[in-house]
Structures are given as structure tokens and as C-alpha cells.
């Protein structure tokens, strides 16, 4: 197969252009078609010569491929489900609301922290996406509008928070977050990006030193070994150990540090967790985000009342940590936190 363009760096797309005999300067017009005016096809790039056209499209494609279905919710949200090769799919969602249009990313075909309750990890571990694979969601989504259809709303904000560990495949995420924030790639600011983990180390240092996007962290209960029943990553990276590492940056200006919770009814829904919280949280700038279960097959666990979400929100916030707690979308075409699967309709 021929390799794709998108997913390549303004670096790697120079050295594309010198191996064809082209001038050093065809790499960022390379660039600029690929990132700010989306094409997909090498003749839409109208001020590279046929010739050098002709020679791309020998060698190279541009890798954009169209999601190969999509289910509406009825809150419209909108989940994608893209073919990956070699029988594979992985899903995207796109979630407009008022002003913002937030695209949750994945990253992996599973993954392979095997979290309990969540169907992308019961899945296991397929594949790893290339920088192709993932620059191409971003790209294809949202799908200009066919005739007579309603054009989506921009994008404005990216969370890798889709199928798989976004950190367990750091060598495609740091080049897709330079494509998305260099001037001559989307030129989009780093806080329009967020990257959600387990909190796997020692990428996660990584991340945060040589990135400036949000990141959110996947805690879900703060008690260490209820933490490992649920979330086996919690063996290799203790989430006490996650926080003394985050304890070193600095989360108090434009860069956000988010607690990820889900909360299940009788496990993790009472105060004595979220005094746990608390003390986790103890000198960390953070927020916590606290979001209702959503079921799926084979998991014996249930989504706490509202009235103990509530309850969990207010000890929070009166203790002086900023808890909200997250609207839940999709959950009826399967695309809400935690269901992500890759399976197509029917």
C-alpha cells in the first residue's frame, strides 16, 4: 500500500517533496492543503505542477477515507464508525453543543488496559491507529454536508477520549497534536485539545512536557485496591504515584488537570469516597468531572441515583474542589463514555 500523506509532519512532508525533485517549499504546500484546506485528492492541489502532482500520485495518497456509517442520537449526537483495514473498525463521536462541536477521538482498534467497565477494553487490544488514522478522523468529521443537507457545526474542540489508551500509543499522538497546533498545520490551540489516561507513566511525563493540551486523568475511585479490581493499570501505575508526578506542573493558568469519576451505585457513590478524593486531589489544581455509568453487557454494575451524584458534587465543592458533573450523551446509539465498540449497526 501506498503510505498517506496526512498524518506526516511539515518535516516529513518536506523530505516527501525533496525525494520527488520538488523545491524544499512543496512541503508546506503540502501542508496547507492537507491540514487548512482539507483536500482529498493531489489534483485539488492547484498551485503544485501536474508533473509533481502526476509523481505524488504514484507514490502517495493522500489517506482520507470516509466514515463508513454513522448513527444520530436523539440529543444529535452523531457517532462514526470508520474501516481501519484488516476487518477492523474503530468509532468516533461528535457532539454539538449551542457553540461547540467537540469530536471524541480514538486512538487504538480496543485497548489494552481491560478496565471492567468499559466495552472498548473488554474488547482487548487490536492495533494501534497510525497518525493517518487518527488525522483522518479529525479531518472527515464532520462530512461536508450532501445536498440539501444542514452543514455541521466547525469543530472546536478534541478530546482523545475515544476507543483506546491515547498514551499507550504516544509515537502517533505527539505528531497528530503537533499537526493540530503548528502554524502550518491547523493552527489550533493547545486548549482546544484534551488527552485522557489511565495515567500511564512514563508517557504521561512525556505528554506534559512537550505539549501544552489539557489532560484528564481516569481515577474513578481513589481507593487503591478497588481501584486495581477495576482498572488493572492501577497495578503498574499507582494513581498516589500518578498525583506526585502531577504535583510538579503547573495547572493553574490556561492548562487544565481534570479528574476523571464514574460512579456506580454502592461502590464508589458515598462520602467516605469522596473524602478519599479529596485527599487524593490535596494540592493539585484540578477539577473533577463526575459522570453517570452507562451499562453495558456483562458488567455487574449500576449507575448511582442523581440524588447521590448531587449529594457527591456538593461534598466536593464544599471541601474547595471544583466538581461538575457531565452530561451524559449517546447513550442510545451506544456512544456515551465507556461504550465505544466498533461493531457496526445491526
Known amino acids: ?24 517549499f512543496v512541503g508546506k504546500q503540502l501542508a496547507e492543503w492537507l491540514y487548512k484546506k482539507k483536500v482529498t485528492s493531489f489534483d485539488e492541489m492547484i498551485n503544485i505542477s501536474k508533473k509533481n502532482r502526476e509523481w505524488l500520485t504514484e507514490n502517495y495518497v493522500v489517506g482520507r477515507e470516509a466514515p463508513e456509517s454513522r448513527q444520530k442520537s436523539n440529543d444529535g449526537t452523531v457517532k462514526y464508525l470508520f474501516n481501519v483495514g484488516a476487518g477492523m473498525n474503530i468509532e468516533s463521536v461528535y457532539i454539538p453543543d449551542h457553540d461547540r462541536a467537540t469530536l471524541c477521538v480514538s486512538s487504538q482498534v480496543g485497548c489494552k488496559m ?8 473488554r474488547l482487548g487490544f487490536k492495533a494501534n491507529l497510525t497518525p493517518a488514522q487518527i488525522m483522518n478522523q479529525i479531518l472527515s ?20 477520549m475515544g476507543m483506546g489508551e491515547p498514551l499507550d500509543n504516544l509515537a502517533a499522538l505527539l505528531p497528530v497534536i503537533e499537526i493540530m497546533t503548528a502554524q502550518w498545520g491547523m493552527a489550533w490551540s493547545p486548549k482546544r485539545i484534551t488527552v485522557s489516561t489511565v495515567g500511564k507513566l512514563p508517557q504521561l511525563k512525556d505528554l506534559l512536557e512537550k505539549t501544552q493540551v489539557h489532560v484528564a486523568i481516569s481515577v474513578h475511585t481513589a481507593d487503591p485496591v478497588e ?22 506542573y503547573d495547572f493553574s493558568h490556561q492548562r487544565r488537570l481534570s479528574l476523571e469519576y464514574i460512579m456506580w451505585r454502592g461502590v464508589n457513590d458515598d462520602i467516605a469516597h469522596a473524602e478519599m478524593l479529596v485527599r487524593l486531589c490535596k494540592g493539585l489544581d484540578c477539577r473533577v468531572n463526575l459522570i ?6 456483562g458488567v455487574e454494575l449500576h449507575p448511582c441515583s442523581e440524588e447521590r451524584m448531587l ?24 456512544a456515551a463514555c465507556g461504550m465505544l465498540a466498533g461493531k457496526k449497526k445491526g
Not at 481501584?227 to 510538579?248: D, H, N, T, W, Y
Not at 465543592?317 to 449517546?330: E, L, P, Y
Request: charged share 20%; glycine share 8%.
Open 1 to 24: 500500500m501506498k503510505p498517506a500523506l496526512i498524518g506526516m509532519t511539515l518535516e516529513q512532508l518536506t523530505k516527501v517533496a525533496l525525494s520527488g525533485g520538488m523545491p524544499k
Open 114 to 121: 481491560n478496565c471492567y467497565f468499559c466495552a472498548t477494553g
Open 141 to 160: 468529521i464532520p462530512p461536508a454536508p450532501k445536498k440539501g443537507e444542514t452543514p455541521a457545526g466547525e469543530l472546536t474542540n478534541v478530546v482523545f
Open 227 to 248: 481501584r486495581e479490581q477495576l482498572m488493572p493499570a492501577q497495578k503498574a501505575f499507582p494513581i498516589s504515584s500518578v498525583m506526585k508526578m502531577l504535583a510538579g
Open 292 to 297: 453517570r455509568f452507562h451499562a453495558i453487557p
Open 311 to 334: 449529594m457527591f458534587r456538593n461534598y466536593l465543592n464544599s471541601k474547595g474542589i471544583t466538581a461538575t458533573i457531565r452530561t451524559s450523551r449517546g447513550e442510545d446509539i451506544m
